[in-house]
């Protein structure tokens, strides 16, 4: 990946939307060029995919919190997987360095749903105990590049 496929990324995560002539227009480059250029990306991994960004009050989603997980004995990312996924309230999970094993994203309607997550996560036995903070207000996001 060179300047320019980070400078395509960059226009790409801000203006998801953009047509290949308005993001060659930037990085200067023709609408034909970006498009070979994002395909490459694209058959190599290195775009995953796209997507919308959706306002989480829009889906009715008010309340959020991170839940530090803790194990017994020691989990694989593969585990962790496959007994939090099905629970549509977690939408984020990552392996942490730190006495938890897990940070777990959640977001619910309101505490009362947030608290039966927290317990649905409880319901595997492995799991000694876990920690919850309750997010309060979205201060700020970026875009990863």
Not at 19 to 42: C, E, N, T
Request: aromatic fraction near 4%; avoid cysteine; charge should be neutral.
């Amino acid at each position: 990946m060179d300047d320019i496929d980070r400078r395509i990324l960059g226009e790409l995560l801000t203006h998801a939307r953009a047509s290949f002539q308005d993001i060659g227009s930037v990085v200067g480059l023709s609408a034909p060029a970006v498009k070979r250029r994002v395909d490459k990306m694209v058959a190599s991994g290195q775009i995953t995919g796209f997507t919308a960004q959706v306002n989480p009050a829009a889906l009715g989603w008010t309340t959020e919190a991170y839940v530090e997980v803790y194990y017994r004995d020691n989990i694989s990312p593969a585990e962790l997987r496959r007994t939090l996924e099905p629970i549509p309230q977690i939408v984020g999970v990552w392996t942490i360095a730190g006495e938890a094993d897990a940070l777990v994203h959640v977001m619910a309607t309101d505490m009362a749903e947030i608290e039966v997550t927290v317990e649905r996560i409880r319901e595997n036995a492995r799991v000694g105990r876990t920690r919850s903070s309750l997010v309060m207000s979205r201060i700020l996001e970026r875009p990863r590049t």
